[in-house]
């Protein structure tokens, strides 16, 4: 639980500077020297022999999932939507979660559907004034960022689970590994090197990010989430939001419409809050 806090925190500052600093730098060349840096830190602790090639294998797909394609849907919402909207899109989390257990064990339930339609309700009210083919393409990415970040936890703790023998950063750097493949890959297609280069601010704050953020903030989220059980941990997915909307509100003061924020977010915890309903009602039928 104290690893998942003190990650918290760190990427709730993480957020608002992507949107105050890095904005106008190509996305692409953003994710791949964030995943660059991180694949650095643990380099030195990795081992690369007598580690089974299964587990190899698994951290480099989790990883390239988790970070590698999250990051590359995460950093190109940041075109179409405000920070404090982008970290209350994140509230859906958990929902994949379940969503995602679920699946693995072939079944669902039909009820989730309506506490992501309410959830869809709050997202729009938030920005009913402006509602664009923008904004709700950022929605869709932000979604498809939750959907990616939400498999890359469960199979990590369920990897994990099953090797508990390795040290978990001797084996880490195959999860940053995993990622590194993915956005080099997508810089060298879809790059723009027009757009690759930073001031000495922007690097300090690529540094920030490569570094804490991802580098050690990653490892001891990933590592948390071993740590405490599934109900825990889509509490504290959903923790960043009001942490990086202080933040951002406090520091920044970027948000223009309080009144609709407000409504908007209430709708979303409502949601929320159904979805709990709906899993203890299907808990208890379960039971019985």
């Given at each position: 639980m104290f690893y998942l806090?003190?990650?918290?925190i760190l990427w709730a500052f993480s957020v608002s500077l992507i949107g105050?600093?890095?904005i106008g730098l190509d996305s692409y060349f953003l994710v791949f020297i964030r995943v660059f840096l991180a694949s650095l830190i643990f380099i030195p602790f990795t081992k690369f022999r007598g580690v089974?090639?299964?587990?190899?294998?698994?951290?480099?797909?989790?990883?390239?999932?988790?970070?590698?394609?999250?990051?590359?849907?995460?950093?190109?919402?940041?075109?179409?939507?405000?920070?404090?909207?982008?970290?209350?899109?994140?509230?859906?989390?958990?929902?994949?979660?379940?969503?995602?257990?679920?699946?693995?064990?072939?079944?669902?339930?039909?009820?989730?559907?309506?506490?992501?339609f309410v959830a869809v309700l709050g997202a729009y009210i938030i920005r009913y004034e402006n509602v664009s083919s923008g904004f709700l393409f950022g929605f869709i990415l932000i979604q498809a960022s939750n959907i990616c970040f939400a498999i890359?936890?469960?199979?990590?703790?369920?990897?994990?689970?099953?090797?508990?023998t390795f040290d978990q950063k001797e084996i880490f750097g195959y999860f940053h590994f995993g990622a590194l493949m993915i956005t080099t890959v997508a810089i060298l297609i879809f790059g723009?090197?027009?757009k690759m280069n930073p001031s000495t601010l922007q690097w300090?704050?690529?540094?920030?990010?490569?570094?804490?953020?991802s580098g050690i903030g990653y490892f001891l989220w990933n590592k948390g989430a071993t740590m405490v059980d599934a109900g825990v941990l889509g509490i504290m997915n959903n923790a960043l939001i009001p942490t990086g909307l202080f933040v951002n509100i406090?520091?920044?003061?970027?948000?223009?419409?309080y009144v609709s924020l407000s409504i908007g977010t209430a709708v979303i915890i409502f949601s929320l809050w159904l979805h709990t309903k709906f899993m203890k009602m299907k808990r208890v039928k379960t039971a019985l």
């Amino acid at each position: 639980m104290f690893y998942l806090i003190i990650v918290t925190i760190l990427w709730a500052f993480s957020v608002s500077l992507i949107g105050e600093y890095l904005i106008g730098l190509d996305s692409y060349f953003l994710v791949f020297i964030r995943v660059f840096l991180a694949s650095l830190i643990f380099i030195p602790f990795t081992k690369f022999r007598g580690v089974p090639t299964k587990l190899q294998l698994s951290l480099l797909l989790i990883g390239s999932i988790q970070i590698g394609i999250m990051y590359l849907c995460l950093y190109h919402s940041y075109r179409f939507l405000t920070v404090p909207e982008l970290l209350l899109f994140t509230i859906f989390t958990p929902f994949y979660v379940t969503l995602v257990y679920d699946v693995l064990h072939k079944q669902f339930n039909a009820l989730y559907l309506i506490s992501a339609f309410v959830a869809v309700l709050g997202a729009y009210i938030i920005r009913y004034e402006n509602v664009s083919s923008g904004f709700l393409f950022g929605f869709i990415l932000i979604q498809a960022s939750n959907i990616c970040f939400a498999i890359g936890q469960s199979a990590y703790k369920y990897i994990i689970e099953r090797y508990k023998t390795f040290d978990q950063k001797e084996i880490f750097g195959y999860f940053h590994f995993g990622a590194l493949m993915i956005t080099t890959v997508a810089i060298l297609i879809f790059g723009n090197f027009e757009k690759m280069n930073p001031s000495t601010l922007q690097w300090g704050v690529l540094m920030w990010l490569g570094i804490m953020a991802s580098g050690i903030g990653y490892f001891l989220w990933n590592k948390g989430a071993t740590m405490v059980d599934a109900g825990v941990l889509g509490i504290m997915n959903n923790a960043l939001i009001p942490t990086g909307l202080f933040v951002n509100i406090i520091i920044w003061g970027k948000v223009e419409n309080y009144v609709s924020l407000s409504i908007g977010t209430a709708v979303i915890i409502f949601s929320l809050w159904l979805h709990t309903k709906f899993m203890k009602m299907k808990r208890v039928k379960t039971a019985l």
